[in-house]
């Protein structure tokens, strides 16, 4: 597999650009999928992400019409791997930085590290599985072996990513 560059400045701009272009539609979708997953207490995340990423894949390519609401809950059609996904990791990565938590000084920072870290390594599996309709524990593989190979880019892009994502929540009035 041939090493994946990290383009900074092309990919949050297409990104930029593309919640610009949709903003209303966005923001009403990223609501949706929020409400169903808290109401859910976190059971149906996986499946409103995969939507969310449907949604995302149909506007960057247009070629198809404009999707619906409606897109949103074709998620449900990777419900077994997106929900896997996001409950092991997510599980994973809880109980790891519960753990280094507890370490005095540093512990807090550590496992900071480690939830930027695994967001690095894992950023490509949900969007695998929905485009490539892999299952959950090879999508995760594939995803870590895009990363790992331009592995510090990677992990630079997810903490810059994590921060325009936490600024634009606090901005909404969310954070």
Request: one cysteine or more; charged letters at 15%.
């Amino acid at each position: 597999m041939d090493k994946v560059e990290v383009k900074f400045g092309e990919w949050i701009e297409k990104g930029f650009n593309l919640y610009k272009e949709n903003f209303g539609f966005l923001v009403l979708i990223s609501l949706i999928a929020v409400i169903v997953s808290a109401v859910t207490v976190g059971v149906l995340a996986g499946p409103m992400a995969a939507g969310v990423i449907l949604i995302i894949f149909q506007l960057h390519d247009r070629k198809e019409s404009q999707p619906e609401v409606g897109t949103l809950f074709r998620g449900f059609d990777f419900f077994l791997n997106s929900f896997l996904f996001f409950i092991i990791w997510g599980i994973a990565i809880f109980v790891a930085s519960l753990i280094l938590g507890l370490v005095p000084c540093i512990g807090q920072l550590a496992s900071l590290f480690v939830v930027f870290v695994a967001h690095a390594l894992l950023m490509f599996g949900l969007f695998l599985i929905v485009d490539r309709k892999m299952d959950f524990w090879p999508a995760s593989v594939e995803s870590f072996n895009m990363v790992k190979r331009n592995f510090w880019p990677f992990l630079g892009f997810s903490i810059v990513s994590n921060l325009i994502g936490s600024i634009g929540a606090i901005g909404c009035g969310i954070g």
